[in-house]
Every structure is written in structure tokens, then in C-alpha cells.
């Protein structure tokens, strides 16, 4: 009898032993990591446009923050801080969740939502499924954690549904009117203005699309004596005498989804990550650094990619209002109309830069979980063909990001300068007004 208990007792120490292995295999932000990176590889080969990708990026982030919470009972939940979000369904009583397992199914079941290439999400699911039963996951746990992930995806993807994308994809095109002034469809392909009505987006912490609405842009100007005309000739001897360090910097910050090269008769493109992809990259790399781990992840996640999605909507309600005409059309209409930027012109209006905008938000995001002397190596660029550039902090990055449109002539500077303090303005109201310590 004795030898039984005995034998029973190694049975159960066993058994606690392996739980233990597992759940520690499985607490680990690199599973997160690699959910992250998968999205992005997938948001870059469906060519999504800026503001869509970083609502791609959102709701996802959300989402594995809202669950990995719930093993941190003391950490606050987004709900009742983020418009209409409602709190996400407690898991059943008496049923073993494996959190890690549940945030990083919940991420990528609303990203495989907001996403073309679904195959290719559910492939990354399924390898990621069968590498947790391997770490000893057992079946009924995995089970119940995938399906608590399910149950809060649901939640989050409705509560998506109101945010009126669906609704805007129906909204009338922009108009182009042939006015002095006004932006107009730029070379090579002449695109139409995308996402005119993204300022009609519902927004996640800022009261509205017109709350950080910045000065107005220089009045339209083609005397020669006028401050316009000097803005317009900057950035015409801006690019025609850039330096090599320049040049870096406008390619390294390029970030246009959709860049097309035509030879001949030969139409080719070349994808390329967006300024938000590249921002949730270096939120990445800092957590990496940091070693941060599944929830502070989690954490840099979520609330990155919440600024760069209202950053994109203040951003896109002052391009359409003030709709201002690009460098590229005025240069070559009354200075050289053989003149080109260095970088291609994106579709849509000038004022302000998108870059300034939302690069500005996301450091100031990241500078109040990491700290404003996180210094670091941003290689998120490498697999698109660029070198590593090292920064002091992260609103030097968001510094460099913002000049780097002058260099490519996509940007007047006031578009930049202006920018920056809008971006940084929503950013610190953000941080300010979100309670996650």
C-alpha cells in the first residue's frame, strides 16, 4: 500500500512538473513576436494602404493585450478606456487557460479577419498549434485556450464592425477639381486620392478627427517673393543637391506600400512595409531589447498601434481639408517639368506628413513605456534591401522620419514641422488619458 502512494505521489509530482515545463515554455513573447512579424509580412504582400494597415495593426494588438490581462488581475483593461469597447468575456469557471496560447490564437484570428491572404495566417495557426503540443500542451487545455481566443476575437472583430470601415468602402471617391492650389494625381500612375473619408473613423482615445486640427498650411503662392514659392523652391534645391547620407535617410523612411516602375511598355511594382509596419517594427525591436515580456509586449503592441491609428486619422482629416497640391505638380508645372522627387510621390494630399504625424505619436508612445534615452538599432528595414541606422532615442528616430520627406520631395517643410507638433500633441494626450500601469 505504501508503495502504491508512493509510486501515486512521483505520478503527480511528474505531472506538476511537466505543467510547469510547459507553461513556461509557452510565457514567452516570441510567439507574439512572431505573430507580429507574420502580419506584417502578409499586410505588405496584400498591399494594404497606410491608414487600413494600421488598423490592421490595431484591433489584433488589442485583442492579446485583452487576454494576457486577464492573468494579471491588477492590470487595468482597455475597456471603458477605448470608445464602445466593451469588456471581453471572462473565460468559463473551472476551466485551465493557457494565456499566451489564447492572446496569440486572438491575435491572429482578427488579423486573418482583416487580411486578404487568409491561407497564409492560417498556416502560420496551425504550425504554431501543433509546435504547442509539442512543448506538452495538454489537449484539453490547448483546446479551451484556442477556443477562449475565438470567443475573444469575436468580441473584438464586432466591436470592429462599428467602426465604420465597412460603411466608408461604399463612400463616394474624391473629387479633383482643376484649381490653383489643389492637390492633383501625380506621375507615374496617376492614382486617385486614396481614403478620403478616413477622418469619418471611429477613433480609439482621441474625441474626435478635428481635436488636434493644426495650423493652416501656407496660402497657395506662385509669386516669386511669396513664402510659398520659397517653400516650393527649398524643396526643388533640396533634392537636387542632396548628399549621400540624405539619400539614405529618404530611402530608409520611403515606406510606400506600392512603389511602381514603368520601362517601355512594362508595368512592375515593389512592395514595401508602411510607415506604421515600420513603427510596430521598432515597437518590436524595443520590447526585444527591453526583453520585455509577454504582457509588457503585449502592452507596447496595443498601444502603439492605437496611436498610430488615431495619428492616421487626425492626419488624413487635415489632408482633405486643406488638400493642398504637392511639390512634384507645382515644380514641374512653373520650374522644371523634367524634375523629379527622389522618392514617388504617394496619392493623396500634402498637408500634413503623414510621416511627421505619426512617427511623432508612436515615439512619444514608446518613449513613455521605454523611456526617452532608449537607444537603438533599427533594422526593420533589412529585409527590404536598406542597412540599419542606429538611434539615440525614439524621437530621434521620429525626427529623422519627419526631414526624410523633405529629401524624397514629397513634403514641403511645414508639412513637416506642423506634423511633428500635431503628432506629438495627440501623442502626449494619449498617454496622458490611458490608464495601463
Known amino acids: 500500500m505504501k508503495r502504491i502512494a508512493f509510486i501515486s505521489l512521483i505520478a503527480v509530482l511528474f505531472s506538476c512538473q511537466q505543467n510547469k515545463d510547459y507553461q513556461q515554455a509557452i510565457d514567452n513573447p516570441e510567439y507574439l513576436h512572431r505573430a507580429l512579424s507574420k502580419l506584417t509580412d502578409i499586410i505588405v504582400y496584400d498591399i494594404f494602404s497606410p491608414p487600413v494597415a494600421s488598423r490592421n495593426y490595431a484591433y489584433p494588438s488589442i485583442a492579446a493585450y485583452e487576454v494576457i490581462r486577464q492573468a494579471y488581475p491588477d492590470h487595468p483593461s482597455l475597456a471603458g478606456q477605448l470608445h464602445e469597447l466593451n469588456p471581453i468575456p471572462s473565460p468559463p469557471e473551472n476551466v485551465e487557460i493557457a494565456y499566451p496560447v489564447a492572446a496569440f490564437h486572438a491575435f491572429t484570428t482578427v488579423g486573418k479577419a ?123 534645391e533640396t533634392v537636387n543637391n542632396l548628399d549621400e ?26 512592395k514595401k512595409i508602411t510607415p506604421g509596419g515600420h513603427w510596430m517594427g521598432i515597437a518590436q525591436l524595443a520590447a526585444k531589447k527591453d526583453s520585455a515580456d509577454f504582457l509588457k509586449s503585449a502592452k507596447t503592441y496595443a498601444l502603439t498601434s492605437i496611436a498610430l491609428f488615431d495619428a492616421f486619422v487626425i492626419c488624413w482629416d487635415e489632408k482633405y481639408r ?86 524624397g520631395g514629397i513634403h514641403y517643410m511645414p508639412a513637416i514641422d506642423n506634423g511633428v507638433a500635431q503628432g506629438q500633441e495627440m501623442g502626449r494626450f494619449i498617454v496622458e488619458k490611458l490608464n495601463l500601469n
Not at 493652416?216 to 516669386?224: H, N
Not at 540624405?246 to 511598355?265: L, M, R
Not at 497640391?325 to 504617394?346: C, G, K
Request: proline share 7%; hydrophobic share 35%.
Open 322 to 407: 486643406s488638400n493642398l497640391i504637392r511639390p512634384e505638380t507645382v515644380i514641374n508645372q512653373h520650374i522644371d517639368e523634367d524634375w523629379l522627387p527622389l522618392l514617388q510621390t504617394p496619392p493623396f494630399p500634402e498637408y500634413t506628413s503623414g510621416h511627421s504625424v505619426i512617427s511623432s505619436a508612436a515615439a512619444i508612445m514608446l518613449t513613455s513605456i521605454y523611456g526617452d534615452d532608449f537607444a537603438f538599432d533599427d533594422t526593420v528595414e533589412v529585409p527590404y534591401g536598406l542597412p540599419v541606422r542606429s538611434f539615440d532615442s525614439f524621437l530621434d528616430a521620429s525626427s529623422e522620419a519627419a526631414i526624410s520627406r523633405l529629401y
Open 245 to 270: 547620407e540624405q539619400t539614405e535617410i529618404a530611402k530608409f523612411w520611403d515606406c510606400n506600400p506600392y512603389v511602381s516602375h514603368h520601362k517601355g511598355h512594362v508595368m512592375f511594382a515593389t
Open 114 to 236: 482583416l487580411i486578404f491572404s487568409e491561407e497564409r495566417m492560417d498556416e502560420f495557426m496551425m504550425e504554431h498549434q501543433q509546435e504547442f503540443r509539442d512543448l506538452g500542451v495538454p489537449k484539453r487545455v490547448l483546446n479551451q485556450s484556442l477556443a477562449y481566443g475565438e470567443t475573444v476575437a469575436s468580441h473584438i472583430l464586432q466591436w470592429a464592425g462599428g467602426d465604420n470601415y465597412k460603411q466608408s468602402r461604399t463612400f463616394p471617391k474624391f473629387e479633383i477639381r482643376d484649381e490653383p492650389g489643389r492637390w492633383q494625381p501625380t506621375p507615374p500612375d496617376y492614382m486617385e486620392g486614396i481614403e478620403p473619408h478616413w477622418r469619418e473613423m471611429r477613433t480609439f482615445v482621441i474625441d474626435s478627427a478635428q481635436q488636434f486640427t493644426p495650423a493652416l498650411p501656407t496660402e497657395y503662392d506662385m509669386d516669386q517673393n511669396s513664402t510659398f514659392y520659397k517653400e516650393v523652391v527649398e524643396v526643388y
